[in-house]
């Protein structure tokens, strides 16, 4: 039984599932484009009969931050972007002070759209850049071009103050200094905000079916990794998340708040929930496929799954969330967000200090470098 006195910091997802092209190492919710376009006004109808409909669940809620992903966002017009955002603060508490990100390819964006969107409210831009070298741009599949990243960065800096640029290392055939001219070239845009993954091949996508033989091993990613830290520390970035990399504080507050465990509602195509209640914590899924989904919003049979996340589980949940952050997280925070008692994982925290993955420092809990790096095998102690 858990008991949570104050529900956590609450935001609100909207997940866009079109793109031009299905990148061959995405296995998120994506689909192309089909010839007869996107059905736009019939899937914000549809987002909000699907926000509707789940008001109950957080009714008096305050929304401290929009995301809106995907797929590409970013292939919405700025009038639609705008109606789904009004509609959002027509039905929910919104905080005037909200957070409103929206995912943005290169490509598949103009001045136009980008100004709509920041008219209606959209304060923050992600730019999937993935790299500025146009071979690697080729073997990822995606449909954009080098000088396309440059004009949309610098369209993003003239509407939003935070922006943030996505790019991939580990690439087929990518060397040490292809990437070192990928990071110089990202910090030189001057953004505040960087996020450095390593490609990793991913169940149900091409590159599963069939992988590039041409990938740098574990050692050379790993070199990568350390390149990339160094870099951006010494030009001003703190990371602050395992891939995030921020300037003058300016964190993704959506994404903190999945990391500190936070709630959220997911709305859209194949969207994830995870809200908590004073005596039990649940998740929710809606219907992946973009068709499918329209239909069964009509019907309200859209949510496929909808569960009480098991007592058993919750621990190593909060775990997968938090060891991500750099700085870790006061003890107290597992109490909050968990409503369990900590002294029911102290065995396994014991564990992980003999282990080297963690440390006590006065009430805060602090992953190792060790930790950090062996992130996986930290986590399966909680598993």
Request: hydrophobic share 35%.
């Amino acid at each position: 039984m858990i008991k949570i006195d104050n529900l956590p910091q609450f935001g609100l997802y909207v997940h866009f599932p079109w793109c031009i092209k299905k990148c061959p190492y995405c296995d998120f919710n994506s689909h192309n484009v089909s010839h007869d376009g996107i059905p736009e006004q019939e899937y914000i109808q549809a987002l909000t009969k699907d926000l509707e409909g789940s008001i109950d669940l957080i009714y008096g809620r305050k929304v401290s931050s929009i995301f809106l992903g995907g797929g590409t966002p970013s292939l919405f017009s700025g009038n639609g972007i705008g109606k789904i955002i009004s509609e959002i603060r027509k039905l929910t508490n919104l905080s005037p002070y909200a957070e409103i990100t929206i995912e943005a390819n290169p490509g598949a964006v103009d001045m136009a759209r980008f100004e709509t969107y920041a008219t209606n409210g959209v304060n923050r831009v992600s730019i999937g850049i993935q790299s500025f070298n146009e071979d690697h741009l080729n073997s990822l599949g995606r449909v954009h071009s080098k000088n396309d990243s440059f004009e949309a960065i610098k369209l993003a800096k003239r509407f939003f103050k935070k922006v943030n640029l996505d790019i991939i290392y580990g690439l087929p055939n990518q060397t040490i200094q292809q990437l070192e001219y990928d990071i110089d070239l990202a910090i030189a845009t001057e953004v505040t905000h960087l996020s450095f993954y390593n490609l990793t091949i991913e169940p149900n996508t091409k590159f599963y079916i069939s992988t590039p033989s041409n990938l740098p091993d574990n050692d050379m990613c790993y070199e990568m990794q350390e390149l990339i830290i160094n870099k951006l520390i010494n030009n001003g970035y703190q990371r602050y998340e395992v891939s995030a990399f921020a300037k003058n504080n300016d964190y993704c507050l959506h994404n903190l708040n999945y990391w500190n465990y936070g709630d959220y509602l997911g709305i859209g195509a194949g969207s994830h929930s995870k809200l908590s209640f004073r005596d039990k914590i649940i998740r929710q899924v809606r219907n992946k496929h973009p068709n499918n989904y329209l239909k069964s919003v009509l019907l309200n049979k859209h949510i496929i799954e909808d569960k009480e996340i098991d007592f058993k589980d919750i621990p190593f949940e909060f775990m997968m969330n938090l060891f991500r952050l750099i700085n870790g997280f006061d003890v107290k925070l597992f109490r909050e967000r968990t409503g369990i008692n900590i002294s029911s994982i102290l065995e396994k925290l014991d564990k992980c200090v003999d282990e080297k993955f963690i440390e006590f420092k006065g009430t805060k809990i602090i992953p190792t470098k060790k930790g950090i790096d062996f992130l996986n095998e930290l986590l399966l102690i909680f598993l």
